[in-house]
């Protein structure tokens, strides 16, 4: 079992800049893939970022160049810093940690942390 809780959402102006945090325990984290995503309202739950235990590094095209993904295995956390925020990037961020090949799907996913709110004005 890997429990996952994020932090470090808010309310930022457009071109402002946030870094999420999800702190894990449970199972050995340098095992896992861990992933970024985020649902806005109406919206299904979308890919943003993920890592692998490597180090290997994914982006969605509309974060690519403005979001940068990291991890610590030493404080078995893993981090999403997000620079020149749109409007458009408003939404409940999620982390999650799983162990396959399918890195981008949701789907692929064991484990899930509750959430973060990012509300980006304009």
């Known amino acids: 079992q890997v429990q996952l809780v994020e932090s470090g959402g808010g309310l930022v102006q457009a071109g402002g800049s946030l870094r999420l945090s999800c702190a894990t325990s449970g199972r050995a984290f340098s095992n896992y893939h861990m992933g970024w995503f985020r649902q806005a309202p109406g919206k299904e739950r979308e890919f943003v970022a993920a890592i692998t235990w490597s180090g290997t590094t994914y982006y969605a095209d509309s974060v690519k160049g403005r979001f940068g993904i990291a991890r610590d295995n030493a404080k078995n956390t893993v981090y999403l810093q997000m620079n020149s925020l749109k409007p458009e990037d408003t939404a409940v961020y999620y982390c999650?940690?799983?162990?396959?090949?399918?890195?981008?799907?949701?789907?692929?996913?064991?484990?899930w942390g509750q959430g973060t709110q990012v509300t980006v004005s304009s």
């Open positions: 999650a940690a799983e162990r396959g090949i399918r890195i981008t799907n949701a789907t692929a996913y064991e484990y």
